[in-house]
């Protein structure tokens, strides 16, 4: 994965793809053109980046964006595959960036979760505008469709990690996992 990656970091990277991968079946409700809100798979994906920071966060979300397109595969062309699975996904990493920040979970998250909205936007407009109603603007058309799915998730989630003892839970956990890997 990383040059100085150890057992124990790669094990709880592996174990968030998982937990990610499970929850990414849990849908709460899918869109006929692909998306769904899931219950907190992007969480997951962008621990990894908060723990470890940007590079392993990236990694992971590269892993886990193959790994969902090789369970349920959708591919027009190489490059709208490359948007939609690895960039998108791995885009999750950059919570990374905030890991040191007194806000950083929620921040990192936000980030991460915007990076993905954004690959899976350009890919919508470039590849999937014919999908847009008659007469409507094929950028607002991808940006809110998108959003459809992306919004509703993130805000779930941010409620979920604004609850103290889940707060408290991860940064203690985010603590543990730095002594252990140390």
């Known amino acids: 994965m990383l040059k100085h990656t150890s057992i124990k970091q790669l094990a709880f990277c592996s174990i968030c793809i998982a937990l990610a991968t499970v929850t990414s079946f849990i849908k709460l409700t899918s869109l006929p053109f692909g998306g769904s809100i899931t219950l907190f798979s992007m969480l997951f994906i962008t621990l990894t980046g908060y723990f470890f920071g940007v590079k392993a966060g990236i990694a992971t979300g590269i892993t886990y964006g ?3 397109f090789l369970l349920e595969p959708y591919m027009l062309t190489p490059v709208q595959l490359l948007l939609d699975y690895p960039l998108a996904f791995g885009a999750l990493g950059l919570s990374g ?6 806000y950083g979970l929620i ?8 990076g993905r909205y954004l690959f899976h936007v350009i890919s919508g407009y470039v590849f999937f505008a ?4 008659e007469g409507t603007n094929t950028l607002i058309y991808t940006l809110l469709y998108n959003l459809t799915y992306i919004l509703p998730e993130m805000i779930a989630t941010i409620v979920l990690l604004c609850i103290p003892a889940i707060r408290k839970l991860l940064l203690r956990l985010k603590d ?7």
């Open 97 to 102: 960036v905030f890991s040191n920040k007194k």
């Open 66 to 68: 193959i790994l969902s």
């Open 107 to 114: 921040t990192g998250y936000i980030v991460g979760v915007l």
């Open 130 to 133: 014919s999908y847009a109603p």
């Open 176 to 182: 543990d996992t730095k002594k252990q890997v140390s």
